[in-house]
């Protein structure tokens, strides 16, 4: 199947500070990502999907000026959490499907990133 | 609104059977995914179905009747490393993935 890389796994930082989190398809173009955000023993809550060569398309309830996405090419998306606080703490999955003919638009996800502010 | 209900929490015996429910209420369907996460990891892919029907992937299975709005993940010889989440995803009308909140199996020896 596809490959999703997601890139720093872990990070801990202060608060206030800015963290980026890359994500890349290793193995196809993907013209749409998502990103995701996992608190523990909950589900998967999508907070924007990020769409190749224009602006990110944010959920209700996300900041989109915290969490600052790009997607400036067909295999790489970033996130960026901004003046990050410790209720930030949580666990950023990205994900993209790869639509092609036959394809069922499942999702390939990265590894995740475990980001917790101090 | 947008629904999918699936059980907290499951427990089972190695080397036995076990099936997780999945029903959804969703503005229009074009297919459901099952997804099992291991703790601290990402979800990974394990079916998708769109007609009604059972497929078959080695111990796993996955159902789906669209007219009841309710879908099964089978799984058969457990092992231990079965234990894990598995989440059930609906694509809606939009072709926006609806997740549930996903079942915790528990393996027991």
């Known amino acids: 199947g596809a490959v999703v890389s997601q890139h720093p796994s872990r990070v801990i930082c202060k608060s206030g500070t800015s963290v980026k989190i890359e994500c890349r398809s290793l193995d196809f173009q993907a013209t749409t990502m998502f990103w995701y955000r996992q608190f523990p023993k909950q589900s998967l809550m999508l907070m924007a999907t990020s769409n190749e060569g224009s602006k990110a398309t944010y959920e209700q309830g996300v900041e989109k000026d915290k969490f600052l996405i790009n997607h400036a090419s067909l295999t790489l998306s970033t996130l960026t959490v901004t003046s990050a606080h410790p209720e930030d703490s949580s666990f950023y999955i990205c994900s993209a499907s790869h639509l092609g003919r036959g394809d069922t638009g499942e999702l390939f996800f990265g590894e995740g990133s475990r980001l917790t502010v101090l | ?109």
């Not at chain 2, 995914?33 to 703790?39: C, L, M």
């Not at chain 2, 990974?44 to 796993?60: H, M, P």
């Not at chain 2, 099964?72 to 059930?88: G, P, R």
Request: charged letters at 15%; aromatic letters at 12%.
């Open chain 2, 1 to 109: 609104g947008q629904n999918i209900d699936q059980p907290t929490e499951m427990t089972a015996t190695e080397g036995a059977i076990v099936q997780i429910n999945c029903t959804y209420q969703t503005s229009g369907f074009n297919g459901l995914f099952w997804y099992q996460q291991h703790a601290g990891e990402a979800p990974t892919f394990l079916s998708y179905n769109v007609l009604d029907g059972l497929e078959e992937k080695g111990r796993f299975s996955s159902f789906l009747s669209r007219s009841k709005g309710y879908s099964y993940l089978l799984l058969k010889e457990l092992q231990m490393k079965d234990s894990a989440s598995y989440l059930c995803a609906v694509r809606d009308s939009n072709y926006q993935l609806i997740w549930g909140a996903g079942t915790k199996l528990i393996i027991k020896p």
